[in-house]
């Protein structure tokens, strides 16, 4: 469905992808994990037409994607929750959701994805006109999240959707990602918390510094030394 074949992208001289190769098929959760600074963000920004890259394609549903513009990466079915909860802050949580819909005009079908939201995050329901800075930090993440849903996706980019979140929450946001996937959604799910993105992924992939360094199956990777050793700590 969606494929990185090669990619380069710099940001001035800086080499922050080096060859990146990713393949996601329809229907999967795959989960890209690494350090601070290997290029997770950089990777998502570069699928979503905010980086261009230098060398390398981007292949979705078998269509040339790599120069299109961010709108219209949105319109063909490609949504992003951006990393540290970027909502508006000064409009309210409706607003939030009413602006992921931008590239819409059904209204029929924009109600239902309001009702989609809704039902996933029940929150965002009872705080409808709450302005989203006087949120809590999670109830952000869930508005990020729902803003994305609002474009109705095919695949949905979530980076690092649990970060600063208490334990409780960082597995009620697991729990709604797998929701979400069971809605038919496909899921490229960025995380520095490899072992919680390892156990709802299908797939994996490791990245360090621009490079994807291991890859395969989810369950095979929770067990893998290497990955074990660097990212899942004695957890
Ligand atoms: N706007 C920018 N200008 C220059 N360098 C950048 C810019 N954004 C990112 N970089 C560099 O590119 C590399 C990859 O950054 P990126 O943000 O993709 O990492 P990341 O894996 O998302 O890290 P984190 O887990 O901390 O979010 C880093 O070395 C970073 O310093
Ligand atoms: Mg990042």
Not at 131 to 153: N, W
Not at 163 to 184: A, R, T
Not at 218 to 225: C, M, Q, R
């Amino acid at each position: 469905m969606l494929k990185m074949q090669n990619i380069h992208t710099y940001y001035d001289n800086i080499h922050a992808l080096k060859g990146i190769n990713l393949n996601i098929n329809k229907g999967e959760i795959v989960t890209l994990i690494g350090s601070n600074g290997a290029g997770k963000t950089t990777t998502l920004g570069t699928i979503t037409g905010l980086l261009k890259p230098k060398e390398g394609k981007i292949l979705y549903n078998d269509e040339d994607i790599t120069c299109v513009q961010p709108g219209h990466i949105v319109k063909k079915g490609i949504s992003l929750s951006p990393e540290g909860r970027e909502v508006f802050p000064q409009l309210t949580v409706f607003d939030n959701l009413k602006l992921g819909a931008y590239t819409r005009s059904d209204k029929k079908e924009i109600d239902q994805s309001y009702e989609m939201v809704y039902e996933l995050f029940p929150r965002l329901f009872e705080r409808k006109t709450q302005i989203a800075k006087t949120l809590s930090g999670g109830e952000q993440q869930m508005l990020a999240i729902g803003r994305a849903l609002m474009s109705k996706p095919e695949i949905l980019l979530l980076d690092e959707p649990s970060l600063g979140l208490s334990p409780n929450l960082v597995l009620l946001i697991f729990e709604l990602i797998k929701d979400i996937n069971k809605l038919g959604m496909t899921i490229l799910l960025v995380e520095q918390n490899a072992k919680m993105a390892l156990k709802v992924a299908d797939r994996g992939y490791v990245l360090e510094t621009g490079k994807i360094i291991i890859e395969g199956n989810a369950k095979e990777l929770l067990n893998d030394d290497r990955v074990k050793q660097a990212y899942l700590g004695n957890l």
